[in-house]
């Protein structure tokens, strides 16, 4: 009985296949913590407690708006004086999918800041099962990441989501002590518009919106089932609902929800901690956990 309720929490938790994943791969056993909804964490789920904030200088990004089928080239630095840092990336859609395409520079084109202190390439692209693609550089002495994206070819896509994660280590080998970076960048397609449902705004519409109103104030003197029925006129009359983007129904469709959980059952970033043990002090208290690296 005992086995049974251990197997049913581990489940609970993770993806079983990711504990046959290395312990030091993605710095927690196959999960990389972006803080997009392909896995829900950031890198503070297990780093933190750093003196300072770990700064990222992001350049090359289509900030008017990507243009479809186009090509941008992403560009992060950070200090050379941080010894011990991790940083991932990923362009995801609304459900945390990889959108787009991604490639690293070639070999020839590669600065000095791009590579670990070997000498060798220090980006590395990684595709995963749930439709994830990131980028991800270790602990190894670099302080640049460049990689080129080209934006999807259709622009019906929508909004799209550039999550960077990186932690800068203390070099003891644990995960306290660590400065954590967390951004989310919202891309936008040219020409987008924000579309939904709103009060109504116009001569045309407020009409309506008086009219339900009558409706309603008649129906008082009338049966139960005639006010249900004119209820449900009035409702669709002042919603002034425009059209809904295909990109946009999926969405609907998965509501975001808060709930406000006791906190012996928020179990997630303990987990997470025992996640990471026994990758932390390979890669000098960066490489450790959080898939930082």
Same mark, same amino acid.
């Not at 489940?11 to 296949?17: D, E, I, M, V």
């Given at each position: ?7 049913l929490?581990a ?7 990711l504990?046959d ?10 999960r ?14 297990c780093?933190?407690g750093?003196a300072k ?6 350049e ?8 479809a089928?186009a ?9 050379p004086?941080?010894?011990h840092?991790s ?5 995801t859609d609304g459900?945390g999918?990889a959108?787009?395409?991604?490639s ?10 791009e590579l670990c ?5 220090a980006?590395?692209?990684?595709? !995963?099962?749930?439709?994830?693609? /990131? ?6 002495? #670099?302080h640049r990441?460049? *990689?080129?994206w080209? %934006? ?8 799209i989501?550039?999550h ?5 280590g203390?070099?003891?080998?644990d995960?306290?002590g660590?400065?954590?970076?967390l ?8 020409g987008y ?5 709103q ?6 519409r407020?009409r309506?919106g008086?009219?339900a109103?009558? !409706?309603?104030?008649?129906?008082? /003197? ?6 249900a #029925?004119?209820?449900?006129? *009035?409702?669709?009359? %002042? ?13 609907l469709?998965?509501?975001?929800m808060?709930?406000?959980l006791?906190?012996?059952l928020?179990?997630?970033?303990h987990h997470?901690?025992?996640y990471?043990?026994?990758s932390?002090?390979a890669?000098?208290?960066a490489g450790?956990g959080?898939?930082?690296?």
């Open positions: 009985m005992n086995a049974m309720v251990f197997v929490a489940l609970a938790y993770s993806n079983p296949k504990f994943a290395p312990a030091h791969e993605g710095g927690g056993a196959g990389y913590y972006t803080g997009s909804r392909g896995d829900g964490y950031g890198c503070d789920a780093h933190g750093g904030d770990f700064a990222l200088e992001v090359g990004l289509p900030l008017g708006g990507w243009a089928g090509t941008y080239t992403l560009d992060i630095a950070w200090s004086t941080i010894e840092a940083v991932l990336a990923e362009f459900d999918r959108v787009g395409s991604l690293l520079p070639p070999e020839d084109l590669l600065t000095p800041p202190g070997s000498g060798n390439r980006a590395k692209q990684v595709e !995963l099962e749930d439709e994830r693609v /990131l980028l991800t550089i270790g602990d190894c002495g #670099a990441l460049r *990689a080129q080209q %934006a999807p070819d259709e622009a019906s896509v929508g909004p989501n550039l960077i994660a990186a932690v800068a203390d070099g003891s080998g995960a306290s660590d400065s954590v970076a951004e989310n960048r919202e891309l936008r397609p040219l518009a924000e579309q939904g449902c009060i109504a705004d116009t001569p045309e407020g309506w008086l009219l109103l009558g !409706l309603l104030g008649l129906a008082g /003197l009338r049966r139960r089932s005639t006010l #029925a004119v209820a449900v006129v *009035a409702a669709l009359s %002042a919603s002034a609902c425009v059209n809904v983007q295909p990109y946009e129904r999926g969405r469709a998965q509501p975001d808060e709930l406000e006791d906190a012996d928020m179990a997630g970033p997470a901690v025992e990471r043990e026994g932390a002090g890669l000098g208290g450790g959080c898939g930082c690296n």
